[in-house]
Nanobody
Framework: QVQLVESGGGLVQAGGSLRLSCRAS????????MGWFRQAPGKEREFVAT????????TYADSVKGRFTISRDNAKNTVALQMNSLKPEDTAVYYC??????????????????WGQGTQVTVSS
């Protein structure tokens, strides 16, 4: 099991930027794909971005492609989500997650076995 702690959420105006960070501990971080997901009030948790165990492959939801960038630093056991050109519809609780099998890849919440506590991102219009 891995423990994940997110930070960096907050309130920002539309068009602004935020950087989320997630620190992992408890197992070999570098062997697992990592993802960011979000959940808005009254909606299901949805995929935002994933990054492969080595960092060479990334995937993004269409709604954030070109605006968000996921990255990881395996030496520091951290994964980040740089969010630019934020929109009010990006408002949600953002969660960091670790894939449940080594070297796996997926966009499905069901395949991610460890989750952080979430960090609130609010974008005002």
């Amino acid at each position: 099991q891995v423990q994940l702690v997110e930070s960096g959420g907050g309130l920002v105006q539309a068009g602004g930027s935020l950087r989320l960070s997630c620190r992992a501990s408890g197992r070999t971080f570098s062997s697992y794909a990592m993802g960011w997901f979000r959940q808005a009030p009254g909606k299901e948790r949805e995929f935002v971005a994933t990054i492969s165990w080595g960092g060479s492959r990334t995937t993004y939801a269409d709604s954030v492609k070109g605006r968000f960038t996921i990255s990881r630093d395996n030496a520091k056991n951290t994964v980040a989500l740089q969010m630019n050109s934020l929109k009010p519809e990006d408002t949600a609780v953002y969660y960091c997650a670790a894939h449940q099998v080594p070297y796996g890849s997926s966009r499905s919440t069901a395949d991610f076995g460890s989750w952080g506590q979430g960090t609130q991102v609010t974008v005002s219009s």
